[in-house]
């Protein structure tokens, strides 16, 4: 096969495996401790985004906090109500980072994640952890297919991640009282987390399909880890933070 379309492939499927990391270990575990993952498994989830994404997990869990504290209004951090669709949609990256560096937002936010001695040594180095997944990258599947893969990893996560912050608070339905919204073909392509108003009203829930015909692909993943005792959730049945509409 032409080593584009290989290359093409595998920058997808890089994407689906660091969207599943974010929706159940970033988001759902480390933010909302909605489920709580084995700690070998957490250490696999913690190396493999650092290589995939180079972000810092505390960083990411206070960002994400604070759009919950201040959702739609002055004081969240990527919010399209405030700084409209297309800065929010194209632009998420810049205001991720703007609050990520912010080191009063990470003091306030992720004070149960302190940094360790790992943290330290290795995943605080974000760019040792890009050029070491990149590097992996190149000697399994030569220059041609890592420079590829890497281009579309970027474009199409960056392009997700913004997805659910813009298209989530944009467009939709809001089967429940916020300004999120769901969009089943958005939860397909982001392992559930397109189930966007589900997650504003009940926050804490594992599972992000709570009605009829709404899919969370990242589901079966933890309960399989439930059901191999490497992961426990929390609440059985989403905690709801406002009556749902009739
Ligand atoms: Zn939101
Ligand atoms: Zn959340």
């Not at 669709?85 to 912010?102: D, H, I, P, S, T």
């Not at 936010?109 to 302190?114: G, I, K, M």
């Not at 709404?214 to 709801?240: C, E, G, M, N, Y």
């Amino acid at each position: 096969m032409h080593s584009a379309i290989v290359g093409v492939i595998a920058g997808l499927a890089i994407t689906q495996v660091s969207i599943l990391i974010t929706t159940v270990y970033l988001h759902r575990s480390l933010s909302h401790k909605a489920v709580i993952f084995n700690r070998r498994v957490a250490l696999l989830f913690r190396i493999v985004l650092w290589i995939t994404t180079g972000i810092r997990p505390r960083q990411w869990v206070a960002v994400h906090r604070k759009h919950h504290a201040f959702t739609d209004v002055p004081g969240d951090p990527h919010s399209p109500v405030l700084l409209g669709f297309y800065r929010v949609q194209f632009g998420n990256v810049y205001y991720y980072r703007k609050e990520a560096l912010n080191g009063d937002t990470v003091a306030k936010y992720a004070r149960d994640l302190l940094p360790d001695r790992w943290d330290e040594l290795l995943f605080d180095r974000s760019f040792v952890g890009l050029a070491i997944g990149i590097s992996i990258l190149a000697l399994v599947g030569g220059w041609k297919i890592a420079l590829v893969a890497s281009i579309v990893h970027l474009v199409a996560y960056l392009g997700l991640s913004g997805a659910i912050n813009a298209i989530g608070h944009s467009f939709g339905k809001r089967p429940y009282e916020n300004l999120a919204t769901n969009n089943t073909w958005l939860a397909l392509m982001t392992c559930g987390e397109g189930l966007h108003n589900n997650h504003h009203a009940a926050p804490t829930a594992a599972k992000l399909s709570f009605l009829k015909g709404q899919i969370d692909p990242a589901w079966p993943i933890i309960s399989l880890l439930v059901k191999l005792h490497l992961a426990t959730v929390r609440l059985s049945a989403p905690k709801f933070k406002k009556q749902p509409a009739a």
